[in-house]
Each structure stands twice: as structure tokens, then as C-alpha cells.
């Protein structure tokens, strides 16, 4: 009879993971960080100023800047979280990282009519986070 045997995982079947992963998944963890004081300090500003950003009429997310201020605020504080979570590496704070970066853009562009410049911002950096924990940041935990 045939034996198949399935070799389990060793010392010897260990890694070090690649420094370009290393690299990327910290880079998604600072800008995630950056994001989320992004959107923190446009929330206090339209908390505590109205009247900084265009005033927009007949826009499907009609709410006055109050509501997107603490809409950002909160947002940002976790997303700051979230990003100082991902140095840790765990495939939980990856996954919790690429979910709020997409609701990040999601927030920005419902925020571009108010402040497209910011937005744009937002969105780029955003995209850049997804991408780099969705591609590089497997690597990180598979070697560990």
C-alpha cells in the first residue's frame, strides 16, 4: 500500500519574511495613521467652523457640517487606532485595516463636494493603504 505522507510544518519550513513586505505593511501603517488625523482635523474644523468649507445644496448626503464633523472626528480616531494596530502584524488588524481604509475613501467621497482637495488626498493615501496590506501584508504573518 502507499503511504502518503504530509509533512507538517518545521523549524526548517520558517521564513523571514521579505524586507519590501516589511516595508509596505509599515508604510500602510503610518499613512493609515496620517489618514485618520487627516479626517480627525477636518472633523474639528467643521465642528467648531462652519463656514470653512463650501456649503453645498442639493447634495444627496445633505447633512450640515456638524454631523460630517463628528462623522470625521470618530472616524479619524479610529482609524488611528486601527493603524497603530497594524504594527502589531495580525492578520485581525490587517483585515480591520483594509475595511476602514475603504470606509475611509467611502467617507471622502461623499465628502468631496465640501472640500475636494482634502478628499482627493484622502483617497489616494487610502488606496495606497488597501493596496499595500491586501498585497504585501500576507507575507508578513505566512513567515511568522
Known amino acids: 500500500m502507499t503511504d502518503l505522507h504530509i509533512p507538517s510544518e518545521t523549524q526548517d519550513d520558517y521564513h523571514e519574511p521579505s524586507a519590501w513586505a516589511v516595508g509596505w505593511t509599515v508604510f500602510a501603517a503610518v499613512m493609515m495613521v496620517m489618514i485618520g488625523v487627516f479626517h480627525a482635523i477636518a472633523g474639528l474644523v467643521a465642528i467648531f467652523d462652519d463656514d470653512f468649507f463650501t ?59 465640501y472640500y475636494p482637495i482634502w478628499s482627493v488626498v484622502i483617497i489616494a493615501v487610502a488606496v495606497g493603504v488597501v493596496w499595500a496590506l491586501t498585497v504585501h501584508g500576507r507575507d508578513i504573518t505566512a513567515g511568522s
Open 55 to 113: 456649503q453645498v445644496r442639493e447634495y444627496v448626503f445633505d447633512f450640515d457640517a456638524d454631523t460630517w464633523g463628528w462623522i470625521h472626528l470618530i472616524l479619524g480616531i479610529v482609524l488611528v487606532i486601527a493603524g497603530a494596530a497594524l504594527f502589531t502584524g495580525s492578520v485581525v488588524a490587517r483585515t480591520v485595516g483594509v475595511i476602514l481604509a475603504a470606509l475611509s475613501m467611502l467617507a471622502a467621497f461623499a465628502w468631496l463636494p
